[in-house]
T-cell receptor, first 113, second 116 residues
Framework: ETGVTQSPTHLIKTRGQQVTLRCSSQSGHNTVSWYQQALGQGPQFIFQYYREEENGRGNFPPRFSGLQFPNYSSELNVNALELDDSALYLC????????????FGPGTRLTVL | DQQVKQNSPSLSVQEGRISILNCDYTNSMFDYFLWYKKYPAEGPTFLISISSIKDKNEDGRFTVFLNKSAKHLSLHIVPSQPGDSAVYFCAASFRHSGGSNYKLTFGKGTLLTVNP
């Protein structure tokens, strides 16, 4: 059984550009969430996808958007990048039943210059 | 407004002794609590959780205690080992009505260093 994987590992962009981050959820997990972890902070919830639809969103502007595909993999898109978007972006998946444990991928380190 | 707080940025203990990591929360609607461990360059790893209907949960060397009246939980690691050195995050969750939204709200983390 493979865990949550994310790509790319690192990414450098300039202000104003757009970026797409990818996530493959753990086998059997149909719910995917994205989190942003700034330096020295805990992860902050961006949004969650369940059955290919967004079903929860944190305090992030609309330029943060996402997709979930039929195989439960997911993308996070960020438009009009700002310097403060520099962070570790974490993807997490969970089982369709059971408690709230979420299993995280290794993250994508995004640097905006 | 930070709903989950870990007031100790760091903690240092000797190998073999007990490590106690603390967490406070403000939202009384939280009904599920989790601890994650994070090594550098890795994602958070789930450690242990507890439902609000319990006050204690054990898994090997790890025990989580929940005091709902004080809105406080703690993670005990006994005995501590050098490999336990990592950042520990406390997280809280609640199920929104009508859905399966298990959004996690995290604290800022506590860096645990276990000295040989």
């Amino acid at each position: 059984e493979t865990g949550v994987t994310q790509s790319p590992t690192h990414l450098i962009k300039t202000r104003g550009q757009q970026v797409t981050l990818r996530c493959s959820s753990q086998s059997g997990h149909n719910t995917v969430s994205w989190y942003q972890q700034a330096l020295g902070q805990g992860p902050q919830f961006i949004f969650q996808y369940y059955r290919e639809e967004e079903n929860g969103r944190g305090n992030f502007p609309p330029r943060f958007s996402g997709l979930q595909f039929p195989n439960y993999s997911s993308e996070l898109n960020v438009n009009a990048l700002e310097l403060d978007d520099s962070a570790l972006y974490l993807c997490a998946s969970r089982l369709p039943t059971g408690e709230a444990e979420q299993f995280f991928g290794p993250g994508t380190r995004l640097t905006v210059l | 407004d930070q709903q989950v707080k870990q007031n100790s940025p760091s903690l240092s203990v000797q190998e073999g002794r007990i490590s106690i990591l603390n967490c406070d929360y403000t939202n009384s609607m939280f009904d599920y609590f989790l601890w994650y461990k994070k090594y550098p360059a890795e994602g958070p790893t789930f450690l242990i959780s507890i439902s609000s209907i319990k006050d204690k949960n054990e898994d090997g060397r790890f025990t989580v205690f929940l005091n709902k009246s004080a809105k406080h939980l703690s993670l005990h690691i006994v005995p501590s080992q050098p490999g336990d050195s990592a950042v520990y995050f406390c997280a809280a969750s609640f199920r929104h009505s009508g859905g399966s939204n298990y959004k996690l709200t995290f604290g800022k983390g506590t860096l645990l260093t276990v000295n040989p």
